[in-house]
């Protein structure tokens, strides 16, 4: 949903619209719950806070008013309620403990695609600057799955052979690709 959309739509929930108040909810509803849970590390606390929240949106909503940008509205209000209701739970617990829990995934991170285009081309160029024995067992290793045993009996070498290709090629690709991105961030 882009900027427009958004503010359409959060136009017609405030003059009570139930499909744009299904919209609201199915559009943001996964990403202030991976939100919430970060925040208070419990599915079961911010599923009902979440729960809460939507319902207190859609009962006040012609007291809401005007709002300049939808998205940072419900992430911060969401916050808000959940941290209220953290706090409700256990009023020792302070505002830093709770988002000590906040800690991001690999998943999370994850790049622009443009980004991901250039790592790939740089991958590729690296992975064909190997020697060819090098690049067979990656290939045979992780594109085509096989173990180093199995390796071994594909390329007719010893099984030391296979894991001393691999930690060269390894070597040389971790070297290389350092260094790419070390020019990357020097480009920019």
């Not at 900027?3 to 559009?27: P, R």
């Not at 740089?122 to 992780?142: D, F, G, M």
Request: glycine share 2%; aromatic share 12%.
């Amino acid at each position: 949903m882009d900027i427009t959309s958004e503010k359409a739509v959060w136009q017609f929930f405030v003059g009570g619209d139930l499909n744009a108040f299904s919209t609201l909810f199915k559009h943001f509803y996964s990403q202030l719950h991976n939100y919430g849970l970060r925040i208070s590390n419990n599915l079961e606390i911010t599923e009902d806070c979440l729960q809460d929240f939507f319902i207190y949106l859609y009962e006040h909503r012609e007291s809401l008013g005007h709002v300049k940008q939808i998205r940072p509205y419900l992430f911060v209000s969401f916050r808000r309620a959940l941290i209220k209701k953290l706090q409700k739970q256990d009023p020792i617990q302070s505002l830093e403990e709770t988002n000590s829990v906040f800690i991001f995934s690999q998943e999370e991170i994850t790049l622009g695609e443009e980004l991901s285009e250039q790592r790939t081309t740089i991958l590729q160029a690296t992975l064909n600057e190997l020697s060819p024995r090098e690049r067979e067992v990656i290939y045979l290793k992780y594109y085509s799955n096989l173990k180093t045993p199995e390796i071994k009996e594909v390329m007719d070498i010893s099984y030391q052979s296979v894991l001393n290709t691999l930690q060269k090629a390894f070597s040389k690709l971790r070297n290389r690709l350092e260094t790419a991105a070390i020019r990357e961030v020097l480009k920019k």
